[in-house]
């Protein structure tokens, strides 16, 4: 069964700084995966993704992910913190069976200091 | 951009009344998802619907829930009879086809408070 597990509940980090949000995975195959962002009374927006291309993936407003299959690693990164990076960020592996449900993780939640 | 659009944004019900939650996907995704999410937790998967009918459902989804697309737009989850534990928010999703990596595009979710 494939799974994702995110290493930290709560990340803060100061604006201008840069943000680390870590993911580890678990899967039999090689995965499709993703990284969906929340924002505060809002649904979930898809911040990047990974399917074997590449593996450095670019998203949008910054971020970026590096799939390290030797570390079975799927980390968030930004080089430079902004206030509205304020939000919940879920790591997300894609599930191979039937409808291709996918499975998120925990969650993080990432605060940014002014 | 197509986006996908769910009615209510909140719904207020108590316990053991019934409610249908809707969703309209992007028009040319053939599957599509529900999930929920209890507040403080994790986002989980309840169904999956592909060609009329179910291809995956969890163990949350039991016999009191149940979807629909009944007109070829709409897509809706109903709840016969709700549980204070339902209370959570709702989340519809789709995506384009059976294959490949496409991505799942959500809704922007149903709050369910059940009192």
């Known amino acids: 069964a494939q799974s994702v597990t995110q290493l930290d509940s709560h990340v803060s980090v100061s604006e201008g700084t840069p943000v680390l949000l870590r993911c580890n995975y678990s899967?039999?195959?090689?995965?499709?995966l993703f990284w969906y962002v929340q924002h505060p009374n809002k649904g979930l927006q898809l911040l990047l993704k990974?399917?074997?291309?590449?593996?450095l993936v670019k998203g949008i407003n910054g971020f970026e992910a590096e799939f390290k299959k030797s570390e079975t690693s799927f980390h968030l990164t930004k080089p430079s913190a902004h206030m509205s990076d304020a939000a919940e960020y879920f790591c997300?592996?894609?599930?191979?069976?039937?409808?291709?449900?996918?499975?998120f993780g925990q969650g993080t939640e990432l605060s940014v200091k002014p | 951009e197509p986006e996908v659009t769910q009615t209510p944004s909140h719904q207020v019900t108590q316990m053991g009344q019934e409610v249908i939650l809707r969703c309209v996907p992007i028009?040319?995704?053939?599957?599509f998802y529900w999930y929920r999410q209890i507040l403080g937790q994790k986002v989980e998967f309840l169904v999956s619907?592909?060609?009329?009918?179910?291809?995956?459902k969890s163990e949350i989804f039991d016999d009191q829930f149940s979807v629909e697309r009944p007109d070829g737009s709409n897509f809706t989850l109903k709840i016969r009879s709700t549980k204070l534990e339902d209370s959570a928010m709702y989340f519809c999703?789709?995506?384009?086809?059976?294959?490949?990596?496409?991505?799942?595009?959500f809704g922007p979710g149903t709050r369910l408070t059940v009192t």
């Open positions: 028009s040319n995704h053939l599957y």
């Open positions: 999703a789709s995506r384009e086809t059976s294959g490949g990596f496409y991505e799942q595009y």
């Open positions: 990974y399917t074997s291309a590449a593996t």
């Open positions: 899967s039999s195959y090689s995965p499709s």
């Open positions: 619907f592909y060609n009329n009918e179910i291809s995956e």
């Open positions: 997300v592996v894609r599930d191979y069976n039937q409808g291709g449900k996918l499975i």
